[in-house]
């Protein structure tokens, strides 16, 4: 039972290029959530998507970064144009849907980008 | 909108000693409450979590916490830690449920515990 997917787990990048984070939930869970880690700093929330459907985004930057959940296939956090603030540990999560709203988050190991 | 404190960012501790880490957060409605850890190198588990019902709720690995509503604490402990509990701790809260914002949780900073032998 696979549990939730992301790739890649490094990646770098030079300032300027774009970064894309992918994230495969577990199976059977629809709803996915983007975190972001910065060094000596907890997990922030960034966004949070169903399929096809931003549900909230208020942890997202105005510019630069955007995500996407479609039907068929992973989610994805795009980072363009990435700065070196942009260097941080990504993390993905899934929650099931129905069955009331159990409260608990399925995470992934994590991507960690660099931006030389 | 909620938050929640950790005030211990790093913790030493030597095997079979107690363990106490804080965790405080900042909402005034109905909560869910989660202990996550993270050992090296893996991804972040869930250690416990509290809905309702009795507030000393009990996790894997002999860990537990006690809710105190009146503190809006909720603090994680282990009687006699192990050197394979070193891993850093996330405090989580999620107040999701009410404002339709699904199982979103927001975290405390963390905290480091290393136990040596």
């Known amino acids: 039972n696979a549990g939730v997917m992301q790739n890649p787990r490094h990646l770098v990048r030079r300032r300027g290029q774009e970064a894309r984070l992918r994230c495969s939930p577990m199976?059977?869970?629809?709803?996915v959530y983007w975190y972001r880690q910065l060094p000596e700093e907890g997990l922030k929330f960034m966004v949070y998507?169903?399929?096809?459907?931003?549900?909230?985004e208020s942890g997202m930057p105005k510019e630069r970064f955007s995500a996407e959940f479609p039907k068929e296939g992973p989610s994805i956090l795009r980072i363009q144009q990435v700065v070196r603030g942009d260097s941080a540990a990504y993390f993905c999560?899934?929650?099931?849907?129905?069955?009331?709203?159990?409260?608990?988050?399925?995470f992934g190991e994590g991507s960690r980008l660099t931006v030389l | 909108a909620q938050s929640v404190s950790q005030h211990n960012h790093h913790v030493i501790l030597s095997e079979a000693a107690s363990l106490e880490l804080g965790c405080n957060y900042s909402y005034g409605g109905t909560v869910n409450l989660f202990w996550y850890v993270q050992y090296p190198g893996q991804h972040l588990q869930l250690l416990l979590k509290y809905f309702s019902g009795d507030p000393l709720v009990k996790g894997i690995k002999g860990f537990e916490a006690e809710f105190i509503k009146s503190k809006f604490s909720f603090n994680l402990r282990k009687p006699s830690v192990q050197w394979s509990d070193t891993a850093e701790y996330f405090c989580a809260v999620n107040a999701g449920i009410l404002t339709g914002g699904g199982n979103k949780l927001t975290f405390g900073t963390g905290t480091q515990l290393k136990v040596e032998l």
């Open positions: 199976k059977g869970h629809s709803h």
């Open positions: 998507l169903q399929k096809e459907n931003i549900i909230d």
């Open positions: 999560a899934s929650s099931p849907k129905g069955q009331g709203i159990t409260g608990e988050l399925f």
